[in-house]
């Protein structure tokens, strides 16, 4: 990976912070210009700041964005209201503002240096109090100039607070940016994928606000190609990642607390890593945290089922199926209540992130792309650019259009920032008393001579003042006299017409949406559709075009003006439907609104017969008894139904069940049966060739042979056989002793399984014959061995005296290496058995320190009971202390081997093994 040299751009940008509402006003205060056709900015909210991310081209431009409150002495921009009629000023003429702080109004007078100021120019006024503070929130301001005539005019301006970009990172990978987050560390994280064909999930740390450290990335890939990595967030002490594996979709959460050493710098480890499989088909569109919840809109399934995914801990998920089939990928969470939306403005909403419910909107259109709130408003950006608000989530003001489709919108607790394309848009809250419409009429659809009452709702310190308009939202050319309170009832109208109402008091106004009368007349059909003639099985639409204001459509089978036949779910101006029967079919639709209805032509769809044809017929089969076997034909044709019978083509009387163009014959017992199969659809059918089925009974079938054990004396085991093929008739006969020998029976019943008796140690031989009717099998010998569990035991085993006397005395060897019994019992090894020198028991010796040590090793069975083994040294082989024990290696067999050395510094070393206890 290349990694460009690290530059530092500042883009000041201006957010207005004069009684602008959230719901209101958006600006524009950056503007990237990269050019790019679909150019990416992705934005988010954390640790106190804005971060936002932007990919240009093959570069990633990462930055914190920091408002900075105006100090002492810092310059202000003016910007200057666009319907005052500018003028040239003289230079003699001096340029007065005047504005208002929280702790009072002040004024300054500057001398004007000659400049012309015309429409959308910015002036600049170096601001400060007399007494030397400022307040951060600037309530409002005005310029007024005079050039020493009389010719003087105000000039309303809003003063604008400065925000930077603080240290933008560039660097050049192959990645292609999905989003961002802030982890628990306050640093940020980039996610998306590599950019590689095989698009593996990705996501990149970045030391500090500013900075990116090319070391500092993770690859979670699940190591398979085709991966998407949908969403990535911390929270409650987790990182979650939605990751879509070819057909399934998988949630991955880690604590990401043991971050690995890399050049001085950290990488986080997904260790430990927790995965949770969600149904095969399934899908993640986003991933969202919020109220200690993490929750995620996709699909189950199929893209048609859609869901929301809800788990606490990003390990165990609760599924909500949702009622539309419209995609939802955008989420958020008020603090109250969570909202999600998505395709054709649907929105949903919950109280506790589990339980959703259709939300009925007014005035919200698009597909939803990101969802924010703040301020008490709900802030939505739609795929179409569109910014919407509200504050109860059903009705909606759209109060920005952009060029671009609207990727993020975040909050902190003055502003929103949304983030499109290029750019990034800012709208203030509103401070403490500003008036601010809580709701207001939203938009009707109306009939001649109607009269409408408009209402609206606000709050805010002091009197409001309303005056309602006519026109759309910011157009005053269009007062209405008299309109002065909260409600007006407009006249009886004739034609569609927008209002709006405007409320202030003394610390300024709030517009609200434009409410929308729409007159209803007919609706008159454009464009008629359209009869046809295609295939059986043919999936096609018929159109209709209208103008008019609410127009509902209903579609019916039949003639124009017939509707005792209406079809269901076919109610917009196109219809969809499979043509799967032959034959002549009419067709029209009703269009209506509340003022009248207007029907189409009718048309005329003539569908042509295409019958089923067999292209591959099913083949004889010869099999076994109790195998899996099945018979298959292919045949083309639309809408096909397939039915199996048994016996010779044409005879009906023996149908099977199933309908798939494969059929599972019946192996269950030895004989021979003739099958065939019928292949139809609406226009017709047509008949398989007769094949035969040949089954041969075969003999039960060991898929692998039984296998021993070795257990400890008391303990419990089973013997379990694995059977390729065991009707319920088989019996099973299990024998003790070698395979073949019929003497010694132990168990006869139809179970696989036998529980041989374990309380006597030794080794011991059985095998097991099955049978059916069609002959039997016999197992090979298995060989179980029972250790004995004390020393009594193992001298049993041994067919020594029991009594521990003679050759039976732990201390006594009975084998050329001189090893006592007490220590071939604990070593688990018979009564003669040379092991000395082996890896059971030897001596040796080691170098520590520059100086010699002996060693001596022993391997015992684990858990064996009944006596202890040290280890001893000396330098005389009269005075005896511990030795040490260097290290135990547990081989896995049941077996751990022990180590010891001695420790002095002397010319001789002697080492002993000492059993006690026994």
């Not at 809580?438 to 009269?451: A, K, R, Y």
């Not at 199969?677 to 047509?686: D, E, P």
């Not at 898929?703 to 303990?715: A, E, I, L, Y």
Request: net charge negative; aromatic share 12%; glycine share 10%.
């Amino acid at each position: 990976m290349k990694f460009s040299q690290l530059t530092l751009f500042f883009f000041a940008f201006i957010l207005s912070i004069q009684g602008l509402h959230a719901q209101n006003q958006w600006q524009v205060v950056l503007d990237r210009e990269s050019g790019l056709s679909t150019p990416k900015t992705y934005l988010t909210y954390g640790n106190g700041e804005f971060r936002y991310a932007f990919e240009d081209g093959y570069y990633i431009r990462t930055a914190t964005l920091q408002t900075k409150a105006p100090q002492n002495g810092q310059y202000l921009s003016g910007r200057f209201d666009y319907n005052f009629v500018m003028r040239s000023i003289p230079q003699s003429s001096t340029l007065e503002i005047q504005y208002k702080l929280s702790s009072g109004t002040y004024r300054a007078v500057y001398p004007y240096g000659g400049y012309v100021f015309i429409p959308y120019t910015s002036g600049h006024a170096m601001i400060a109090p007399p007494d030397g503070s400022y307040e951060v929130k600037i309530l409002s301001a005005t310029c007024h100039y005079n050039n020493g005539s009389g010719d003087s005019a105000d000039v309303t301006a809003t003063l604008q607070a400065k925000v930077d970009i603080d240290q933008e990172s560039v660097y050049d990978d192959r990645f292609n940016l999905g989003g961002l987050d802030i982890d628990h560390q306050g640093y940020t994280v980039l996610w998306g994928s590599d950019g590689t064909s095989y698009s593996n999930p990705r996501f990149y740390q970045i030391d500090a606000p500013g900075t990116y450290n090319p070391y500092n990335r993770n690859d979670i890939s699940t190591g398979y190609a085709n991966t998407e990595l949908s969403g990535l967030v911390y929270g409650n002490g987790v990182y979650v990642a939605a990751i879509q594996l070819f057909d399934y979709g998988t949630f991955y959460a880690d604590d990401l607390q043991n971050p690995l050493p890399n050049n001085n710098n950290l990488i986080y480890n997904f260790d430990a890593i927790s995965s949770s499989q969600i149904p095969e088909s399934s899908s993640v569109n986003d991933l969202t945290f919020a109220n200690n919840l993490f929750v995620a809109p996709g699909y189950m399934g199929d893209p048609n089922t859609r869901c929301i995914y809800t788990s606490s801990d990003g390990s165990n998920w609760n599924i909500s199926l949702l009622p539309s089939r419209d995609e939802v990928s955008a989420v958020t969470y008020t603090g109250s209540e969570w909202f999600a939306g998505g395709e054709n403005n649907i929105l949903y909403r919950s109280t506790n992130g589990y339980s959703w419910e259709w939300v009925n909107t007014s005035g919200l259109s698009g597909t939803i792309t990101e969802l924010s709130s703040g301020n008490g408003y709900i802030v939505a950006g739609t795929e179409e650019g569109g910014i919407y608000a509200s504050k109860d989530g059903i009705l909606w003001g759209k109060r920005y259009q952009s060029e671009h489709a609207i990727q993020n919108i975040v909050a902190d607790d003055s502003r929103f920032i949304a983030s499109t394309g290029d750019k990034l848009l800012a709208s203030t809250f509103s401070l403490p008393g500003y008036p601010e419409i809580v709701s207001s009429t939203g938009q009707q659809f109306i009939l001649p001579e109607q009269s409408v009452l408009l209402e609206v709702e606000a709050i805010g310190d002091a009197t409001l003042v309303y005056q309602w308009y006519e026109g759309e939202t910011g157009d005053t050319s269009q007062p209405i006299t008299g309109a002065t309170s909260s409600s007006y009832q407009t006249p009886q109208l004739n034609q569609s017409s927008s209002y709006w109402v405007r409320v202030s008091n003394s610390l300024g106004s709030d517009d609200s949406y434009t409410t929308a009368l729409i007159m209803q007349e007919k609706p008159v059909i454009t464009e008629q559709p359209v009869s046809r003639t295609v295939d059986m099985g043919a999936f096609i639409y018929h159109e209709v075009k209208a103008q008019g204001a609410n127009l509902s459509y209903q579609w019916y089978e039949g003639f124009n003006g017939d509707t005792s036949k209406p079809l269901a779910n076919k109610t917009e101006n196109r219809m969809y439907h499979s043509m799967n029967e032959p034959g002549t079919f009419y067709y029209w639709v009703r269009i209506s609104n509340d003022a009248d209805y207007t029907d189409s032509t009718t048309i005329q769809v003539t569908v042509n017969a295409i019958y089923p044809e067999i292209t591959e017929e099913p083949q004889d089969l010869i099999t076994y008894t109790g195998n899996s076997s099945s018979l298959e034909l292919r045949a083309t044709g639309p809408g096909l139904t397939y039915q199996w019978y048994e016996g010779n083509s044409g005879d009906t009387s023996k149908p099977r069940s199933g309908s798939y163009r494969f059929h599972y014959v019946d192996t269950s017992t030895a004989k021979t049966t003739t099958y065939w199969a019928r292949i139809s659809n609406a226009a017709g059918s047509v008949d398989s060739r007769t094949v035969t089925v040949e089954v041969i009974g075969q003999k039960p079938v060991f898929n692998t042979p039984p296998q021993g054990f070795t257990t400890r004396q008391g303990g419990s085991q089973t013997l379990t056989l694995d059977m390729k093929y065991s009707p319920s008739t088989t019996n099973y006969q299990w024998y003790k002793g070698e395979s073949g020998d019929t003497s010694q029976l132990v168990q006869e019943s139809i179970s696989r399984s036998y529980n041989p008796p374990v309380n006597t140690a030794g080794t011991f031989h059985y095998w097991v014959q099955a049978t059916n009717d069609y002959g039997s099998t016999a197992s090979p010998t298995i060989t179980i061995i029972i250790e004995p569990s004390s020393y009594t035991s193992w001298l049993a085993v041994e067919n020594l005296p029991t009594d521990s006397t003679g050759d039976g005395d732990p201390v006594k060897s009975n084998s050329i290496d001189g090893i006592p019994n007490i220590f071939r019992y604990l070593m688990g090894i018979d009564s003669t058995e040379a092991v000395a020198g082996t890896a059971m028991f030897s001596t040796g010796s080691v170098e520590i320190d520059g100086s010699e040590q002996a060693t001596i090793q022993i391997r015992l069975r684990n858990g064996v009971t009944g006596a202890n083994i040290s280890g001893e040294q000396s330098s005389d082989m009269v005075n005896w202390s511990s030795a040490v024990l260097m290290y135990t290696l547990d081989t896995g067999d049941g077996h751990t081997i022990y180590t010891y050395r001695t420790s002095g510094s002397g010319d001789s070393a002697f080492i002993r093994l000492k059993a006690t206890g026994y």
